[in-house]
């Protein structure tokens, strides 16, 4: 089983590199049962849509 | 002012300057060097002029001169990466180390008040600016070199490997880098704008 610290790990790393199966199916179990390490894996991907909206300009509200 | 017609953009108009101004903070967060921030946008708004029969209209104005800001930006940081050694860069990641190990226990749990609680609607955080202003500031607090790796990553889109090969760093390490910045940065928004709930494991 990995640790909330592994996991947090991966949960960056899916965004620079694609896991590997027996990654992905350990981050699937420990995610089951954390909610921690599962809110911690949403706000990873919030950021990556932040930085997004950010550089396309679309920061704050729309006014163009 | 958005003309769908190409190569019919008013330069004059109030939103261009606007936009100049967005794209101002853009370059000086990229770069933390104001001049330099000046010369991009320059340049980039130069492009953009010369080259506004391009601008087929069908994506927004501020997107189309964001992404001529975004090449220039690189083009930038491709002449000058050569300058910083990589050995700083992997001295500088290894900084914050200790913060990030101290949420967890010896076995790599999280410490009961350290566990990420949910954050309330993110999304509709996006369309505030006292957000963003937040967003800033906890960007502006990463460590530099920290920052550099993660802003080519994110803002300016490069992959991984090419990061690496600018910086003359690993891929491992670039990895390492760029998680110890994501998780600062959640931690910066976690303190500073969406508070804390706290949340069972």
Request: glycine share 6%; net charge negative; hydrophobic share 40%.
């Amino acid at each position: 089983m990995l640790s909330c610290k592994e996991v947090n790990r991966l949960c960056s790393e899916e965004h620079d590199r694609p896991l590997s199966l027996s990654e992905k199916i350990n981050l699937r179990m420990h995610l089951a049962i954390c909610r921690a390490c599962t809110n911690f894996r949403q706000q990873m991907k919030f950021l990556r849509t932040a930085t997004r909206r950010y550089r396309e300009g679309q920061r704050g509200p729309a006014d163009d | 002012m958005n003309d769908s017609a190409a190569g019919r953009i008013d330069w004059n108009d109030p939103s261009i300057a606007r936009i100049r101004r967005d794209m101002l903070r853009f370059a000086q967060l990229q770069l933390r060097d104001a001049g330099a921030a000046e010369d991009m946008v320059q340049e980039a708004l130069f492009s953009a002029m010369k080259y506004e029969a391009s601008f087929a209209g069908r994506s927004a104005l501020k997107t189309w001169m964001f992404s001529i800001l975004r090449n220039k930006i690189v083009d930038h940081i491709r002449k000058s990466s050569r300058e910083i050694a990589g050995a700083d860069l992997v001295d500088g990641s290894a900084e914050g180390g200790d913060d990030f190990d101290a949420l967890f226990d010896q076995r790599g749990h999280w410490n009961p008040e350290d566990r990420p609680p949910t954050w309330a609607d993110p999304e509709s955080s996006l369309s505030q600016q006292q957000f963003w202003d937040v967003f800033d500031a906890c960007l502006n607090r990463l460590p530099a070199k920290t920052s550099r790796v993660f802003m080519m990553r994110e803002f300016l889109d490069l992959e991984t490997d090419e990061i690496c090969a600018e910086l003359g760093i690993s891929t491992s390490n670039c990895w390492v880098i760029l998680h110890r910045a994501r998780a600062g940065l959640r931690l910066c928004l976690d303190r500073d704008w969406f508070g804390r709930e706290g949340a069972a494991c």
